[in-house]
């Protein structure tokens, strides 16, 4: 498990953190990510091959009622929302 917070963080550099720590440990089950930022969510889902569309994703799997965690490895988590229910 890695977390970090950053202090008004580079779009650019936050990728290449990303992805350097995606490459060194191998295959990753999941990425959780803030949910504020939608650009950098795609970006770094096509950084690593995934489906960047994930709105649609979570909109299906909500309207299934199923959750939209085991259907992708870059997760958008919204952090106030979350931190609220614990």
Known sequence: M???EYQRPDFNQMLSVV???FRR???INKIYIDGSNPSF???LKI???E???YEEIIKEAKSRKQNYEF???VVPVSFA???KSR
């Open 47 to 49: 950084q690593i091959g």
């Open 41 to 43: 969510i795609r970006a």
């Open 51 to 53: 489906d960047e569309e």
């Open 19 to 21: 992805w350097d720590l």
């Open 25 to 27: 440990f191998g295959k």
């Open 81 to 83: 929302a979350e931190h």
């Open 2 to 4: 890695h977390a970090e």
């Open 71 to 73: 259907s992708m490895d």
